[in-house]
T-cell receptor, first 108, second 114 residues
């Protein structure tokens, strides 16, 4: 079977750094993606790791360790607008399989 | 360059009626995916289509649900004889190629079954 686990909720204050972890069990793994979704909105792509290591895109970074079946999303210099749900997703054979999401609340 | 277009954005149906959800992928994208999302939950894969072909329908319920992506026109997700449990947001996504972790999502169609 396939499963992805991530924390259900994370809270932080503006300006802080937060890390959202994701562990997965799947066959046919090609890579790990991260998506952001605001309430009532569409999921939007943040990053994709096909190889081990850290990918940095502005305030957001994503890490993958294929041997540990583990990845994380790192958000720096948090802003109020970062309050949203964050989903990890495994690229499996021909489709993305999403985790259940982590709700991030940023407080002033 | 228009994004993924879904319509209707909101749809209300009574139990037993049919729901048709449409999705036009981004220009140049030939791969379409449908996902279902219940409130406070993740996105559940339903079906992956290319023009005129269903590639992977492993997430589709065996009955009442069907999808197509004709040579001309949008992709359509069809739900027959809707039940209250079908109430959800249905998202369509597209990509230009396979083997990429980047999907472009539409704003979703929110189905409410009374």
């Amino acid at each position: 079977g396939q499963s992805l686990e991530q924390p259900s909720e994370v809270t932080a204050v503006e300006g802080a750094i937060v890390q959202i972890n994701c562990t997965y069990q799947t066959s046919g793994f090609y890579g790990l993606s991260w998506y952001q979704q605001h309430d009532g909105g569409a999921p939007t792509f943040l990053s994709y790791n096909a190889l081990d290591g850290l990918e940095e895109t502005g305030r957001f970074s994503s890490f993958l360790s294929r041997s540990d079946s583990y990845g994380y999303l790192l958000l720096q210099e948090l802003q109020m607008k970062d309050s949203a749900s964050y989903f990890c997703a495994v690229y499996n054979t021909d489709k993305l399989i999403f985790g259940t999401g982590t709700r991030l609340q940023v407080f002033p | 360059n228009a994004g993924v277009m879904q319509n209707p954005r909101h749809l209300v149906r009574r139990r037993g009626q049919e729901a048709r959800l449409r999705c036009s992928p981004m220009k140049g994208h030939s791969h379409v995916y449908w996902y279902r999302q219940l409130p406070e939950e993740g996105l559940k894969f339903m079906v992956y289509l290319q023009k005129e072909n269903i590639i992977d329908e492993s997430g589709m319920p065996k009955e009442r649900f069907s999808a197509e992506f004709p040579k001309e026109g949008p992709s359509i997700l069809r739900i027959q004889q809707v039940v209250r449990g079908d109430s959800a947001a249905y998202f369509c996504a597209s990509s230009p190629t396979t083997l990429t972790g980047e999907l472009f999502f539409g704003e979703g169609s929110r189905l409410t079954v009374l």
